[in-house]
């Protein structure tokens, strides 16, 4: 089997598009490695995400010819039907940005997955507006939609008037360096490397005003404990410099207070571990239910902003809170009592079995291979 992709977002940027389609591919060629993964992109550009994935020996990057001049026309119309027709590709996968529009009508075996259904992330209402007006037309002809979650399955359903019985939920899974092991005395180590207390709440994301920190800095003045600090982990921002560092003056917290600009990819596991807890603020973007299945998985306490969403990915596995009082009044319960918190973590790690690579890659090749059967019994 062949698969192709629309590939643009996943090589050239760095958003939940790009992380989600990485992740896809790496459970794709991992588990099924005997299948070829095509990548589709208009631009051939250069960069860490790409090299990554020739890594993979099933997975493969096309580009239009040199010849064509407009590379976007190639990419939304005819040109890239060709090219997959020409390359022996049984399934084409779009993902966010739409399918291209010469695959309506030809019977051509597609699949279409939103992280966003309504681009609530897109830049401006014009931007939100077309990239709605595609997604609309690529459901129309798509042989399968695909939704992260049963919410946004029927924000799906419901905002582009679809059969539900062509819309399925495929979870994304946890990334696969939350399974590494960590020797006991690289902890000590990392501590002195990147200078962290001795307890601490793990936060990492975007230092923004929509990441709610501002609760979470609450949250860590109510704790009982009042020896726990919170280490945020982002680049500093405006709203960082000029909200966040005077709400922690405000509310004397400013000694419990760290930041950290990077810390190396492959200590994130240890780091997270390390902590009491990791919090997650906001709970309405697929970046955050990402970090939530994936510190799950590192084996760290998570404590959460309450939503359908949120206890859809986490399950018994995370303390979820409505507002900052209920979260600290949660979370110290579970830190006093051991086994409580012991409790929450297994069931974490329990649930975290949900969001494996190998679930997800037979979710989405059971899909692919639907969608072919159905094209030869129509052609027949």
Same mark, same amino acid.
């Given at each position: 089997?062949?698969?192709?992709?629309?590939?643009?977002?996943?090589?050239?940027?760095?958003?939940?598009?790009?992380?989600?389609? @990485?992740?896809? /591919?790496?459970?794709?060629?991992?588990?099924? =490695? +005997? %299948?070829?993964?095509?990548? !589709?992109?208009?631009?051939? #550009?250069?960069?860490?995400?790409?090299?990554?994935?020739?890594?993979?020996?099933?997975?493969?990057?096309?580009?239009?010819?040199?010849?064509?001049?407009?590379?976007?026309?190639?990419?939304?119309?005819?040109?890239?039907?060709?090219?997959?027709?020409?390359?022996?590709?049984?399934?084409?996968?779009?993902?966010?940005?739409?399918?291209?529009?010469?695959?309506?009508?030809?019977?051509?075996?597609?699949?279409?997955?939103?992280?966003?259904?309504?681009?609530?992330?897109?830049?401006?209402?014009?931007?939100?507006?077309?990239?709605?007006?595609?997604?609309?037309?690529?459901?129309?002809?798509?042989?399968?939609?695909?939704?992260?979650?049963?919410?946004? @399955?029927?924000? /799906?359903?419901?905002?582009?008037?679809?059969? =539900? +019985? %062509?819309?399925?939920?495929? !979870?994304?899974?946890?990334? #696969?360096?939350?399974?590494?092991?960590?020797?006991?005395?690289?902890?000590?180590?990392?501590?002195?490397?990147?200078?962290?207390?001795?307890?601490?709440?793990?936060?990492?994301?975007?230092?923004?005003?929509?990441?709610?920190?501002?609760?979470?800095?609450?949250?860590?003045?109510?704790?009982?404990?009042?020896?726990?600090?919170?280490?945020?982990?982002?680049?500093?921002?405006?709203?960082?410099?000029?909200?966040?560092?005077?709400?922690?003056?405000?509310?004397?917290?400013?000694?419990?207070?760290?930041?950290?600009?990077?810390?190396?990819?492959?200590?994130?596991?240890?780091?997270?571990?390390?902590?009491?807890?990791?919090?997650?603020?906001?709970?309405?973007?697929?970046?955050?239910?990402?970090?939530?299945?994936?510190?799950?998985?590192?084996?760290?306490?998570?404590?959460?902003?309450?939503?359908?969403?949120?206890?859809?990915?986490?399950?018994?596995?995370?303390?979820?809170?409505?507002?900052?009082?209920?979260?600290?009044?949660?979370?110290?319960?579970?830190?006093?009592?051991?086994?409580?918190?012991?409790?929450?973590?297994?069931?974490?790690?329990?649930?975290?079995?949900?969001?494996?690579?190998?679930?997800?890659?037979?979710?989405?090749?059971?899909?692919?291979?639907?969608?072919?059967?159905?094209?030869?019994?129509?052609?027949?």
């Amino acid at each position: 089997m062949v698969v192709g992709y629309g590939g643009r977002k996943i090589i050239m940027e760095n958003n939940d598009t790009s992380y989600y389609g @990485r992740i896809l /591919i790496k459970a794709l060629a991992t588990n099924y =490695p +005997d %299948n070829y993964y095509i990548l !589709y992109s208009p631009e051939n #550009e250069s960069n860490k995400r790409l090299t990554a994935l020739f890594n993979e020996d099933s997975v493969r990057v096309k580009f239009p010819r040199n010849h064509i001049h407009n590379k976007n026309r190639w990419y939304t119309n005819n040109g890239i039907v060709r090219s997959a027709k020409a390359h022996g590709v049984n399934t084409f996968h779009g993902i966010d940005d739409g399918l291209a529009s010469g695959f309506n009508g030809s019977n051509f075996p597609t699949v279409f997955t939103m992280t966003d259904p309504l681009y609530k992330s897109a830049k401006g209402w014009f931007e939100r507006m077309l990239m709605q007006r595609r997604a609309r037309k690529a459901c129309k002809f798509a042989k399968r939609v695909i939704a992260l979650n049963e919410v946004d @399955r029927q924000v /799906i359903i419901d905002h582009y008037h679809l059969n =539900p +019985d %062509n819309v399925e939920v495929v !979870y994304p899974c946890f990334f #696969e360096g939350c399974d590494e092991s960590v020797p006991e005395n690289m902890f000590d180590i990392l501590r002195s490397k990147y200078h962290l207390p001795e307890n601490f709440i793990l936060y990492k994301g975007r230092l923004n005003s929509d990441d709610n920190l501002k609760e979470a800095m609450q949250l860590l003045h109510e704790l009982r404990n009042h020896k726990i600090s919170i280490v945020m982990l982002g680049y500093r921002t405006d709203h960082f410099d000029n909200v966040i560092k005077e709400q922690a003056h405000d509310l004397h917290i400013f000694h419990r207070f760290k930041q950290v600009d990077k810390v190396h990819h492959a200590d994130l596991t240890a780091v997270a571990r390390m902590a009491k807890a990791v919090i997650i603020p906001n709970t309405d973007r697929m970046r955050d239910l990402c970090k939530l299945i994936n510190a799950q998985r590192t084996g760290a306490l998570v404590i959460c902003k309450d939503s359908a969403k949120a206890r859809e990915f986490g399950g018994n596995g995370a303390i979820y809170y409505n507002d900052f009082h209920e979260g600290a009044d949660l979370l110290s319960d579970v830190l006093e009592d051991e086994n409580k918190r012991q409790a929450m973590l297994n069931a974490a790690r329990e649930n975290s079995e949900r969001f494996t690579g190998k679930v997800l890659a037979d979710h989405m090749i059971h899909i692919y291979r639907s969608v072919l059967m159905h094209r030869r019994l129509y052609e027949q």
